[in-house]
């Protein structure tokens, strides 16, 4: 009895969240009412006050588990790549394409950064972490040039989450994205050392920019 009661339990909590993402993604937060989404889950409001607090909670708990779904995916990318200066960069490359998926669009990157404030302490340390482990190794296998891997950390991360909110929150998207994406690729090959006997399978992009190319990138 005790099982099946737990297994119910999450069987609630886990519908609550399904139709959370789809009504949130649909409506949006604050069109969302409480009355509205519980009717569709086909649950009642003390459900969602027992395992979420309020809609605030619930939608907590929503974007956890979309960060969570994203972080896989990113780790994925970055795994699969032929070799560690490829998978950062498409790792970096995929998360602002991920800025205009409808649930990160509108819930991670809109909802969340309005209603909580951005990410939880705990996932922006987890993507912290994530990142400088990436960098160091970079560092380690001589790709790129050594510095405080913390404080790179600390751009690339800050400079990542900025552009997908400025890309998420465009009516141009695309042309948003094209833009982050052009910008990144100049940072990121700022950071290789080129011609190195230790990086004979990187490719190097010969892109040439002018000034004015480069100024109208960083300050559009």
Known sequence: MVRRTRA??????????????????????ADTS???????????????????GDKKGLLAAV??????????????ISESAQDPWEGFNNRCRAYLEMALEPEMQRIVLRDA???????????????LNTMQQLIENLMQRELVV???????????????????????????????LKQAKDTLQ?????????????????VHREDSYSDTDISVLLLT
């Open 8 to 29: 119910e339990t999450e069987e609630t909590r886990a519908m609550l969240l399904t139709t959370a993402r789809k009504v949130f993604t649909e409506r949006g937060f």
């Open 34 to 52: 409480m009355d509205e989404l519980t009717a569709q889950a086909n649950l009642t409001r003390g459900a969602l006050y027992h395992h979420f």
């Open 63 to 76: 974007v956890e588990q979309i960060d969570a779904e994203t972080d896989a995916r990113l780790r994925v």
């Open 113 to 127: 950064k309005a209603v909580l404030g951005g990410p939880s302490p705990d996932s922006r340390r987890h993507c």
């Open 146 to 176: 050594k510095t405080d891997p913390a404080v790179l950390t600390a751009l690339i991360y800050g400079g990542l989450a900025e552009a997908a909110v400025w890309i998420a929150q465009a009516e141009d998207g695309q042309g948003r």
């Open 186 to 202: 100049l940072l990121l090959q700022g950071l290789l050392i080129r011609h190195s006997p230790t990086t004979p399978n990187i």
